[in-house]
């Protein structure tokens, strides 16, 4: 320290003597602007992280269902178009058991249904459903890792470990299905509208064809989205890394700024389609089956050649659920061979249950005209049954290591969604 | 003693409904908007303000688009309000009251019906479009939904009464005697109009302006309804972002910018028709 100069006093006198004083104006001011600082930084948003998530404490499942009973009613939140709306299965099941459910199709898309249902999981209060139906995939990770899937009980589902088969025990979202059982697969692909399109259309990158320009639709989903982005240009979404990301980006940039995007939906494509708005759509394989059945139109559904991805909507239980035990009484029911069968017959999605197949023939088999040719064509279907070869087609959803990762992937993706 | 307290007791319930509606979630807004991290664990307050530059950079087209729908919207407002607020307060006569209710019936309606409504009138093969199509009038890929002539047309029909009742507010207050000794001095009518009923009209006007630009610059459904992703706005980026993402911090940053940047507009409306305050004049 350099010696204080003799003419200036002590530099601690000094700062007493020429610091500013604080007046009663200054010291409300000052006392407001700590008060929102303080105000600031208290509201946090919690976080429900639980890390050990993926591999919960061996008694979490007893302690889990120790006590809960029998409410007799279950509340079922699924997706549309994915049940025959006469609900026979629902029906038999109240029948078989005493079990009412309560049905809605409240679920369009994974993103807006995990962020309105998170803040009341994240208060531990209900959501107002037993039972939902769930996709692999971010979300998916995202209900996992905040802990708000019950953990289920296997010695509650003795159908699941009879008829499911082999791949759908041993998912990469949920080995083991500590969380969720698979109520249906399926594929992501493209329908079309062969009266409006003028031909067949076999390839992604029709999706990019000028011809159809203001008639194209895409998903808004963002895995969905960036998932043929990257299949277009040979990029398997899998093992993509955050420079294929952004090819990819680059790409459906590209098909928007070309003004062929008429738009991004959720599952509205379907009703798109149907008023013409779009002739070629990103869509997903039961959807253009279904439509067809119940409004007789001709939409026709292919996997293009470049590629598709398939994914599987999951049953799961809230840990709120007001009635779990009726609701894995459900999710059991559902594989029974026959309902298997019955469902997949409606929805013409992947079944779980492979021994649903001989159920379907046997049905045609005993049904006539009309009915007995649709039930052969479901069971010799590849949407509802692919072979290994169709298989080997198929890509999987990215699963993304860190929040940090997915957050990068969506930071890419959203912008071209929301224009 | 208890005359003193009276007016603070008289303010305490508004007081208080906006401290917990207003105050406390502006706060927390704040907050969410500097705080860094995800939705499964947390978000921490840390003073990020790099959130607002990300997320202005990311999202300025859609913030400006906002601003310009919002204006045409309130321009063609103002257009198609004034003859009908000047017609029912000048011609209405004794139906006047009959007359504003038909006008407001359609808005007994839900807002979000009412706006979707207009998809099965707009659909691409509707009963507009398709007979038109037929005749070869129009081409088969032509469209209106999905443009923002359908977005600022579905804005301009659900904000239509918030501009005719103040501008008809204001015309039905003009004494009938003004415009007459206008007359009386050899004013034409188109002169009587320029110079004595529009002046006097104009707090109406400006009164509309404020309650059309304001919401009609931060809608969300209209576009969401009748638009496409190429007439995104800044409404739905803030929705999306809040309730699709769960990406608090840049829900948060576009939402107190859309704040200032309003609030900055009105003003400076405020001030280029000499105005010092505002509210006084959206009052009157």
């Given at each position: ?32 602007l ?17 890390p ?61 249904w ?13 959501i107002g ?38 791949a ?11 969380y ?23 390839k ?65 494509y379907?009703d ?36 598709a991805?398939?994914?599987t ?5 809230p840990?709120?659920?007001a ?47 009309e ?29 993304f ?7 990068e ?11 | ?25 502006m ?5 969410l ?29 859609q ?8 204006a ?22 004794r ?27 707009l659909?691409?093969?509707?009963f ?42 204001a ?67 803030i929705q ?9 911090p840049?829900a ?33």
């Amino acid at each position: 320290m350099p010696p204080t100069p003799r003419h200036l006093p002590d530099p601690v006198l000094l700062r007493g003597l020429t610091q500013r004083r604080l007046g009663r104006r200054d010291a409300l001011r000052l006392s407001g602007l700590s008060a929102l600082g303080l105000a600031l930084a208290a509201c946090g948003v919690e976080g429900q992280g639980n890390p050990d998530a993926s591999a919960p404490a061996a008694d979490a499942v007893a302690k889990y269902w120790a006590g809960k009973t029998s409410t007799k009613k279950v509340d079922f939140a699924c997706w549309p178009l994915y049940m025959d709306p006469e609900q026979p299965e629902l029906k038999k099941f109240t029948a078989e058991t005493g079990i009412a459910v309560n049905y809605q199709e409240v679920i369009q898309e994974m993103g807006p249904w995990f962020a309105k249902v998170q803040p009341q999981l994240a208060a531990g209060q209900s959501i107002g459903y037993d039972l939902m139906v769930i996709t692999n995939g971010i979300q998916f990770k995202q209900f996992k890792d905040s802990g708000f899937l019950a953990p289920l009980d296997p010695a509650k589902l003795p159908n699941f470990a009879k008829n499911a088969a082999p791949a759908y025990k041993q998912e990469a979202f949920d080995p083991g299905n500590v969380y969720s059982v698979p109520w249906a697969s399926g594929i992501t692909g493209i329908a079309y509208d062969e009266k409006r399109t003028g031909r067949p259309i076999t390839k992604l990158a029709d999706l990019w064809d000028p011809a159809f320009k203001g008639k194209v639709g895409m998903f808004s989903d963002t895995q969905e989205l960036g998932n043929f982005g990257m299949m277009v240009l040979g990029i398997d979404p899998d093992e993509s890394t955050a420079e294929d990301w952004r090819k990819a980006a680059a790409k459906l940039k590209e098909q928007k700024d070309q003004g062929i995007i008429r738009n991004y939906y959720d599952q509205s494509y379907i009703d798109a389609l149907g008023k013409g708005e779009v002739w070629i759509t990103q869509a997903w394989s039961g959807d253009v089956f279904q439509k067809n059945v119940s409004d007789g139109t001709d939409f026709k559904f292919v996997i293009p050649e470049e590629g598709a991805t398939i994914w599987t909507d999951n049953f799961t239980i809230p840990v709120t659920a007001a009635s779990p035990l009726d609701a894995i009484t459900l999710i059991d029911f559902f594989y029974r061979v026959d309902m298997a069968a019955s469902l997949a017959e409606y929805i013409n999605y992947v079944t779980p249950v492979p021994a649903a197949r001989d159920q379907i023939r046997k049905d045609a088999a005993a049904a006539s005209g009309e009915d007995k040719a649709g039930l052969e064509e479901i069971a010799e279907s590849p949407l509802v049954f692919p072979t290994e070869a169709d298989y080997a087609k198929l890509n999987y959803y990215r699963d993304f290591a860190t929040p940090a990762e997915q957050q990068e992937y969506q930071r890419i993706f959203e912008p071209i969604v929301l224009g | 003693m208890r005359r003193v307290l009276a007016p603070y007791l008289l303010i305490l319930p508004g007081g208080l409904w906006l401290l917990l509606f207003f105050v406390v979630p502006m706060v927390t807004m704040l907050s969410l908007s500097l705080q860094q991290g995800d939705i499964v664990n947390g978000y921490v307050f840390t003073g990020h303000w790099q959130t607002y530059v990300d997320a202005i950079s990311a999202y300025r087209e859609q913030l400006f688009r906002s601003l310009v729908y919002g204006a045409v919207t309130t321009i063609v407002l103002i257009v198609v309000s004034f003859p009908v607020a000047y017609w029912i307060a000048f011609y209405g006569g004794r139906r006047k009251a009959t007359y504003l209710f038909l006008l407001l019936l359609p808005f007994f309606v839900s807002f979000v019906l009412r706006t979707i409504s207009w998809r099965y009138i707009l659909t691409d093969d509707g009963f507009v479009l398709g007979p038109l199509k037929d005749i070869g009038l129009l081409g088969p890929s032509f469209h209106l939904l999905g443009t923002p002539f359908a977005v600022v047309a579905g804005l301009v029909y659900n904000f239509l009464p918030f501009m005719v009742l103040p501008v008809y507010v204001a015309l039905e207050r003009i004494d009938p005697r003004v415009v007459e000794a206008a007359r009386d001095l050899y004013a034409d009518p188109a002169t009587a109009f320029r110079r004595v009923i529009l002046p006097l009209a104009l707090p109406g006007v400006f009164a509309g302006v404020l309650m059309t630009f304001v919401p009609a610059s931060s809608d969300y459904v209209n576009s969401a309804v009748l638009g496409s992703s190429d007439t995104t706005m800044i409404g739905q980026v803030i929705q999306a972002q809040y309730l699709a993402n769960s990406d608090y911090p840049t829900a948060s940053a576009l939402s107190f910018t859309l704040m200032a940047v309003l609030l900055i507009g009105v003003f400076a409306y405020a001030r280029a028709l000499g105005t010092e305050d505002v509210m006084k004049v959206a009052a009157r």
